[in-house]
């Protein structure tokens, strides 16, 4: 493909593209396909001679979207939100043109400046503390991760390196595998499985400590646990607290948990991957308080903020933690700035996104909607949906709300046993009219309902609601006349 039939082609792909978007709605939300059903459809080698485009773009039809779960459908609402916007995937454009890998200053200035710079941008916007922002000669700053999962673990190495490095220097006869075997990390039991998985990766203990009747870790159990383990001659390092959390988007409660980590010299990590697009908004920024207390804090922009996955952005109070956990410079990394005086946090992906970050803030206002339609009214346009769906709930009195609505995540189920809501879940996902996924909140077994798609609007809501509806009708008729459930056993989703 040369530079001219780039330019016809790239026209004909943008084509595709805003088809395709201006078209999901049209499209089945969840695919009608098995495992396994697209190896027979292609061949078992790659072709010897180039293919048509026009051949290719008809495969991509005919062979990849029957098998696609359209993510950006009005009627898609498992999860949580993936973002997607025009100005993001021209920038992907512009990156994939430029190919640079930053993964030094010297091997892309540009990137890596970009990357510092935007992230004090974000920085700003959430109103972060100073301490968060690199600035001209401050001490924390920003590195944007693949995600929340990345972030959590980069941390929890940073706080290990940190805390062995501290013992050594008073007990210089500690190896690091005697301390290691002796942390211990804690987070709630609603955080996020990719918080146990660091912990194993990092090969430290991770105690999950019980959340309160709002789903919230508290000071007090929080307290508890770490004098229990004190007293068992373990040592505690790093907190990770949640704000919104995956299975019911609640918020521990920074304000008791921070100072806590602070006096007992803990390294406290704050993942915000779903909710911290919305502390944006003036509405929520109080969901924030406490912030001043961590070391580190993380959110998805790649979940909420238009910018194209993936994008997760990391801040910490001081960058030198975290580059000192992994630096190595072999001498092919090294260049003439390298003792500058300012050595940058730089992520793994140097390209697309800071370029996709500065066109997406520079093209879409993230002023309060009252002075503008950016950021803030399509998080707000989802917080709404949000409650106009909690509201129709209210109105049936078979079901029954399972947490607080905060942003654009309702927990609902139907009263009665778990097996009538895994029964729920198996007509609605067979229907494929929308798709919803579950989880377990105590003893319960909840229905999701995210709003996810930046193209839906009340009216993908109620039709939603209607369809949830007229199913919950033929799941209790069926209950009551006795039928035999073809959905999964109780037993079968313990790890939802």
């Known amino acids: 493909m040369n530079a001219s039939e780039f330019r016809r082609r790239g026209k004909e ?124 000669s401050g001490e924390g700053g920003g590195v944007i991760q693949g995600s929340a999962s990345e972030a959590t673990l980069m941390a929890l190495l940073a706080a290990r390196t940190k805390v062995i490095r501290r013992l050594q220097e008073a007990s210089p006869e500690l190896t690091p595998a005697a301390i290691m075997e002796k942390l211990v990390a804690y987070s709630s039991d609603q955080a996020h499985s990719s918080v146990e998985r660091a912990g194993l990766i990092g090969g430290v203990k991770i105690k999950m400590i019980p959340s309160d009747g709002n789903f919230a870790m508290r000071a007090l159990a929080l307290q508890e646990a770490l004098e229990q383990d004190k007293a068992a001659g373990l ?62 804090f993380n959110f998805n922009p790649h979940k909420w903020l238009l910018v194209n996955f993936d994008c997760s952005a990391m801040w910490v109070k001081k960058r030198t933690d975290l580059t000192g956990a992994f630096k190595l410079d072999p001498i092919y990394l090294k260049h003439s700035h390298q003792d500058s005086g300012k050595r940058l946090l730089t992520g793994s992906r140097m390209g697309a996104i800071p370029i996709g970050q500065w066109k997406i803030l520079r093209d879409a206002s993230h002023a309060p909607p009252r002075n503008g339609n950016g950021h803030s009214l399509f998080s707000l346009q989802h917080v709404r949906l949000s409650h ?22 309702v927990c609902f189920r139907l009263k009665g046993p778990n097996q009538l809501n895994i029964d729920l879940l198996q007509k609605i996902n067979s229907a494929k009219k929308i798709h919803l996924v579950p989880c377990h909140l105590r003893d319960k077994f909840v229905l999701r309902f995210a709003v996810c798609s930046r193209m839906v609007e009340s009216v993908h809501v109620q039709q939603a609601w209607e369809h949830i509806q007229g199913l919950a009708s033929l799941v209790l008729s069926e209950a009551k006349e006795g039928k035999p459930s073809r959905a999964a056993a109780v037993e079968d989703w313990k790890e939802v």
């Not at 006096?263 to 697009?277: F, M, N, P």
């Not at 209210?394 to 947490?403: G, N, T, V």
Request: proline share 8%; with cysteine; net charge negative.
């Open 13 to 136: 792909m943008v084509d595709y593209v805003a088809d395709y978007l201006e078209g999901v709605e049209r499209r089945q939300v969840y695919p009608d396909v098995e495992p396994g059903y697209l190896r027979p459809l292609i061949p078992d080698t790659a072709p010897q001679e180039p293919e048509a485009f026009e051949d290719i773009i008809q495969d991509v039809e005919k062979i990849i979207m029957p098998g696609v779960t359209h993510w950006h459908s009005p009627y898609f609402f498992a999860y949580f939100p993936t973002a997607s916007s025009y100005p993001s995937m021209l920038a992907d454009m512009l990156c994939g043109a430029i190919g640079c890998i930053g993964f030094s200053w010297a091997s892309s200035p540009a990137c890596t400046e970009l990357e510092t710079v935007m992230m004090d941008w974000l920085g700003k916007m959430l109103k972060l503390p100073e301490a968060f922002l690199a600035g001209r």
């Open 388 to 409: 106009e769906f909690e509201s129709l709930l209210l109105q049936d009195p078979r079901f029954e709300i399972c947490a607080e609505v905060t942003l654009g995540l």
């Open 235 to 296: 040592i505690p390092f790093f907190v990770v607290a949640t704000l919104g959390t995956t299975p019911c988007c609640s918020f521990d409660n920074l304000l008791e948990v921070g100072p806590i980590c602070n006096k007992e010299d803990l390294w406290l990590h704050i993942d915000a991957a779903y909710a911290g697009s919305a502390f944006i908004c003036p509405e929520f920024r109080h969901l924030l308080n406490g912030v001043e207390f961590a070391d580190s």
